[in-house]
């Protein structure tokens, strides 16, 4: 079965670095374009960045865009989001979410979900 | 505040039929396809209706999706208490280069 992990996440201080995996299993991972999203405490979804299967194409939300860096590695099967230059509004839990049709067929609709990863940026 | 607007809260009774409605843009709505994704509490979200009007498999019927212009509708009818959830709609937008949710929609089941 189809199973996203997200690893991570945790306490980091503002202005700092962290990076987040997303390690896939249960389907071709080198097949399917990849999202993370956020969602901060009690707060609603917002869509931070996605990752064609081939990863010849990224594109970012413009409150992430020139700090954070959405890559992936087909051979281990994860998806990594590296946050640089981090500040309090980026505390959320981090979702990675695969897209339902493979090698880009479809709109963008995401069909599995991990568990999601809890950042907290605080001093 | 989100380019896709859907109102803060809905409610209803079990067995009734409740809509929530999602408004966008031309550059979203107008021009791509609109999911919507249910978020029960403390759980990732799950994909519910994609590309308007269709249900991944598991999904009951009661759930059904429809699509007009820069507007969209989740339609859940013999509403149960399980429905009780987030609801959120999402689609490409093709002037920002990314996806975007409307701000969520939180069902009560009284």
């Known amino acids: 079965q189809v199973q996203l992990v997200e690893s991570g996440g945790g306490v980091v201080q503002p202005g700092k670095s962290l990076t987040l995996s997303c390690t896939a299993s249960?389907?071709?991972?080198?097949?399917?374009?990849m999202h993370w999203v956020r969602q901060a405490p009690g707060k609603g979804l917002e869509w931070v960045a996605f990752?064609?299967?081939?990863?010849?194409?990224?594109y970012y939300a413009d409150s992430v865009k020139g700090r954070i860096t959405i890559s992936r590695d087909n051979s281990e099967n994860t998806l990594y989001l590296q946050m640089n230059s981090l500040r309090a509004e980026d505390t959320a839990v981090y979702y990675c979410?695969?897209?339902?049709?493979?090698?880009?067929?479809?709109?963008?609709?995401?069909?599995?979900w991990g568990q999601g990863t809890l950042v907290t940026v605080s001093s | 505040q989100s380019v896709v607007t859907q109102p803060p809260s809905a409610s209803g009774t079990p067995g009734q039929r409740v809509t929530i409605s999602c408004s966008g843009s031309?550059?979203?709505?107008?021009?791509?396809?609109v999911h919507w994704y249910q978020q029960l509490p403390g759980t990732a979200p799950k994909l519910l209706i994609f590309?308007?009007?269709q249900r991944p498999s598991g999904v009951p019927d009661r759930f059904s999706g429809a699509k007009s212009g820069t507007s969209a509708s989740l339609a859940i009818s013999g509403l149960q208490s399980e429905d009780e959830a987030d609801y959120y709609c999402?689609?490409?937008?093709?002037?920002?280069?990314?996806?975007?949710f409307g701000g969520g929609t939180k069902l009560t089941v009284l």
């Open positions: 031309s550059s979203n709505l107008g021009s791509n396809s």
């Open positions: 590309r308007n009007n």
């Open positions: 990752i064609w299967f081939d990863a010849s194409n990224k």
């Open positions: 979410a695969r897209e339902r049709g493979s090698l880009g067929s479809g709109n963008h609709e995401t069909d599995y």
């Open positions: 249960g389907f071709t991972f080198s097949s399917f374009g």
């Open positions: 999402a689609a490409w937008d093709d002037s920002l280069n990314g996806v975007v």
